[in-house]
């Protein structure tokens, strides 16, 4: 979670186009609470799409298994997996969370990996990956496949002071993989945990306008505000042209069915028309034998299914707020933006008119992001890039919902390895161009900063 950036840009360019400036309620918002409030359609989708929701729904949910399979529809999982089911990752369409310890099932997160390198990267790539493991490591398998190998994840604990005396326990995690079942990693390799993040409002943050977020961007920071946030610019297949990323903790993804599309690839071992390779490497004989054993001309999941999960992810809806015009959420919204929290969490958008879903066009919506990479810090990198982003950068993550994680997933977890257990730890934790906000937070008062806090728990 990337909680922080200066917005006197964004307050200016508000009125700088009137494709924009247009006023939309947004109609898409349900009321809902508890563990299944990010698993509700948007409000406003026409009846007759209730049934595509309803089979992406399922696809989303319910387990892969491997082939060959009289489960026609879903098999295909495999060689070498991080899960078998979308929603083992992203529970209840929520956020996952990191493992406590080792005993501790690891399975809604994930560890990428990169290595430094001086070769130029092509356009398509993102970075270089390791030779024996590549851009992922899958520590699942099917029977008779070695795993690539175990997580292996311990923290260091850190304290933090703030004003009035009161003390903030972080923990600092140390990744390591264990159990290697094809060679030793490569010795520059970089490890990067990622919790998956949560579901919900995805179409309508695919619905803003690039010309909006590029209004936003100010990578050389002219306003001279501290804050540099850029987009990202990634690969997109079905083009086969540099598009914005807005997906993704460092925004290494354009479009919602390239996610879901990499997802079930890198995280299941399933193929589709945008990825029809398995993450089979040259040093992973078994993992290749068992793919030519069982792959046909076909992708493993279809096109047809791969779009109806992809509208699944677009109509998530986004619970209404419970409390916004309690005295303490609105002093703590004043807070939010007096120490310019809002200047990376960018309050309200528009959607586009032209967007694919009529229902999610026009809408005025409130995400409290700019989709666009920051630095956070050196606390806070991985050191891994990724297209544009490099190893301090990360993508502003959305806001809205984040008060109901816990109802949702049974835990709190934030940031983009959920090394935070509390919107408090998420805050402390941010450096770089949030580092000024961060400090204005840790010197206001308790009662001040329970109000912020209060604030975002209702958003």
């Known amino acids: 979670m990337t909680i922080f950036k200066t917005s006197l840009m964004g307050l200016k360019l ?23 409030a990010f698993s509700r359609p948007v409000a406003n989708m026409p009846i007759r799409q209730r049934l595509d929701f309803s089979v ?7 387990p892969w298994v491997a082939s060959p399979s009289s489960t026609k529809a879903r098999d295909g999982l495999g060689p070498l997996f991080n899960t078998n089911a979308c929603q083992n990752c992203h529970i209840k369409d929520g956020r996952g969370h990191a493992p406590n310890s080792n ?11 990169s290595i430094d390198s001086q070769r130029a990267l092509k356009a398509d790539q993102a970075n270089h990956v390791d030779p024996h493991y590549g851009g992922q490591l899958q520590d699942f398998s099917l029977p008779g496949i070695p795993p690539e190998g175990k997580i292996d994840i311990h923290y260091d604990q850190l304290e933090v002071e703030l004003n009035g005396g009161e003390i903030v326990q972080l923990r600092q995690p140390n990744i390591n993989v264990t159990r290697l079942g094809y060679g030793p990693l490569h010795p520059k390799i970089k490890f990067s945990a990622r919790i998956a993040p949560p579901m919900i409002g995805l179409g309508l943050l695919e619905a803003i306008d690039a010309r909006r977020l590029q209004q936003l961007a100010d990578p050389q920071d002219h306003n001279g505000d501290g804050i540099s946030g850029k987009l990202n610019l990634v690969w997109d297949l079905k083009s086969q042209a540099l598009k914005p990323g807005r997906f993704g903790w460092k925004a290494g993804q354009p479009s919602l069915l390239q ?7 890198g995280d299941m071992g399933i193929t589709s028309a945008l990825f029809r390779r398995e993450n089979c490497r040259s040093a992973q004989p078994e993992c290749i034998q068992s793919a030519k054993r069982y792959r046909d001309e076909k992708p493993e999941v279809a096109p047809h299914l791969l779009q109806q999960v992809t509208f699944y992810s677009r109509n998530l809806a986004v619970p209404k707020r419970r409390a916004a015009s309690d005295p303490v959420v609105v002093k703590g919204e004043q807070l939010f933006q007096q120490i310019n929290c809002n200047g990376c969490h960018t309050e309200s958008h528009t959607t586009a008119s032209n967007y ?18 920051h630095d956070m810090g050196e606390r806070l990198a991985d050191n891994a890039q990724e297209f544009l982003a490099d190893g301090r950068e990360w993508r502003t993550p959305p806001l809205w919902g984040i008060g109901l994680t816990k109802a949702v997933g049974g835990v709190e977890a934030y940031l983009h390895d959920g090394r935070a257990q509390s919107l408090q730890e998420a805050i402390v934790w941010h450096g770089g161009e949030a580092e000024n906000s961060r400090d204005q937070y840790v010197q206001l008062s308790k009662n001040d900063r329970r109000a912020l806090l209060k604030f975002l728990k209702d958003l």
């Open 14 to 36: 508000c009125c700088l186009s009137s494709l924009f400036s247009l006023s939309f309620a947004d109609d898409t918002r349900v009321k809902a609470t508890g563990h299944n």
């Open 56 to 62: 992406g729904n399922s696809f989303f949910r319910n």
């Open 356 to 373: 694919q879903h009529p229902w999610l066009a026009n809408q005025n919506i409130k995400p409290y992001t700019d989709l666009l990479l």
């Open 103 to 113: 005993s501790d099932n690891a399975v809604s997160m994930l560890v990428r990996l």
């Open 259 to 265: 996610q879901n599309a990499a997802a079930f690839n």
